[in-house]
């Protein structure tokens, strides 16, 4: 089955600067890349996804890239703000197949 | 519009007892998934239903967990002779329809067995 490999486990950032996570996988029949961000106490939130037809996607400060041959993806949370301070997780699931299997998840602290 | 919602939002139980957690999809979403939080880890697939039928139960550990969805909206997940290592966070998700991926997870049901 699916492996999801997360790096790292946490990351501390100033505020302003950027954050990127790493994400890679295991089974080349992947083809659906989503992140979520949990915040203490809460269920995972979807943030941003992308397919495997596509390099890279977008919205505002956050972009997700995916290398598909090196089978890898990664988060980037530009102009961090003390609120992007959660823990993020990252997800791969294959056509056909619904579930999804996630990595162990990036703790990321954002400095004032 | 009102997200998944999941009852009861804690549930203490001793070792042996019976229990039963409630999972509500976005209106409209014909698929649910139910998944296992252990303390510090990702979220692990339990079982995923198609309408009202099981379409893969493959994660369920073993045969004291079991899950409905007798109307296709509504689910609830069946723990039996509770364990101290079932004690998680129980989460829930759905999907407008399989094949479209995106799921949006519900708040969970953390569930203790002393």
């Known amino acids: 089955g699916e492996n999801v490999e997360q790096h790292p486990s946490t990351l501390s950032v100033q505020e302003g600067d950027s954050a990127v996570i790493k994400c890679t996988y295991s089974d080349s029949a992947s083809n659906y890349f989503p992140w979520y961000k949990q915040e203490l106490g809460k269920g995972p939130q979807l943030i941003i996804d992308?397919?495997?037809?596509?390099g890279e996607k977008k919205d505002q400060r956050i972009a997700v890239t995916l290398n598909k041959t090196a089978k890898h993806f990664s988060l980037h949370i530009t102009e961090t703000q003390p609120e992007d301070s959660a823990v993020y997780f990252c997800?791969?699931?294959?056509?056909?197949?619904?579930?999804?299997?996630f990595g162990t998840g990036t703790r990321l602290t954002i400095i004032p | 519009g009102a997200g998944v919602s999941q009852t009861p939002s804690n549930k203490v139980t001793e070792k042996g007892k019976y229990v039963e957690l409630r999972c509500d999809p976005i209106?409209?979403?014909?698929?649910l998934y139910w998944y296992r939080q252990s303390l510090g880890q990702g979220p692990e697939f339990l079982i995923y239903f198609q309408g009202t039928g099981a379409a893969d139960d493959s994660g369920l550990p073993n045969d004291r967990f079991f899950a409905v969805r007798p109307e296709g909206s509504v689910s609830t997940l069946k723990i039996q002779r509770t364990e101290r290592g079932d004690s998680a966070v129980y989460l829930c998700?759905?999907?407008?329809?399989?094949?479209?991926?995106?799921?949006?997870f519900g708040p969970g049901t953390r569930l203790t067995v002393t």
């Open positions: 998700a759905s999907s407008l329809n399989p094949g479209t991926y995106e799921q949006y």
């Open positions: 997800a791969a699931n294959n056509f056909g197949n619904e579930k999804l299997t």
């Open positions: 209106s409209g979403h014909t698929a």
């Open positions: 992308i397919r495997s037809n596509v």
